[in-house]
């Protein structure tokens, strides 16, 4: 059987020099490996034990709403400043070089009390703990943060206390 890690290849010097980028969208071009790794990411006990699953932007939605679709929970997106309409909710996080923000809709919080957090990759963890913040500050219980893939010597999962898992560690 092939690997995950056959299909994440790494760009390096992508976007900026001294990044080693993984390609985590390459996975989506093999229907069998993505098919498998929804799969599997959607029987994770971090998803059964959360009652709605947020994604973060951008590339966490695409595997957050196949998570969504296979197990009938719903799916919230955590966005970038500036996309969300209505009244919404903001965390600023630090990156490498600067700062972000991440919003998510008010309302759309307000049915649930326990929420998956899903992306794609974990580098130093500051984006998924932006919206772990953001759901603490909101009263929420985050049920963990599920990923893709791992970049283990950047030690982003030291950033959180609940439990944290990737597909790949590498
Ligand atoms: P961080 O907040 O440092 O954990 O960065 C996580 C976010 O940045 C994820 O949503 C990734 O999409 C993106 N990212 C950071 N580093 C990389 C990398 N080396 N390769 C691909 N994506 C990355």
Redesign the pocket.
């Known amino acids: 059987m092939r690997k995950l890690s056959e299909f994440i290849p790494t760009y390096n010097d992508f976007p900026r020099k001294g990044?080693?980028?993984?390609?985590?969208l390459q996975v989506v071009q093999e229907p069998e490996i993505f098919r498998d790794l929804i799969l599997k990411m959607s029987s994770n006990q971090i998803i059964k034990d959360s009652e709605a699953i947020i994604s973060?932007d951008a590339?966490?939605f695409i595997f957050g709403s196949a998570i969504a679709f296979q197990t009938s929970k719903p799916m919230i997106c955590a966005r970038k400043p500036g996309k969300l309409p209505g009244l919404i909710i903001e965390q600023n996080y630090e990156?490498?070089y600067g700062e972000n923000t991440i919003s998510i809709q008010k309302k759309a919080l307000k049915n649930y009390n326990n929420f998956s957090i899903v992306?794609?990759?974990?580098?130093?963890?500051?984006?998924?703990k932006s919206v772990s913040d953001l759901l603490v500050k909101e009263g929420k219980n985050v049920t963990g943060l599920l990923t893709v893939v791992e970049?283990n010597n950047?030690k982003?999962r030291d950033k959180f206390k609940f439990p944290v898992h990737s597909e790949l560690r590498i």
């Open positions: 990044i080693s980028f993984k390609d985590v973060i590339r966490g990156l490498e992306d794609d990759l974990i580098a130093t963890g500051g984006t998924a970049l950047l982003g």
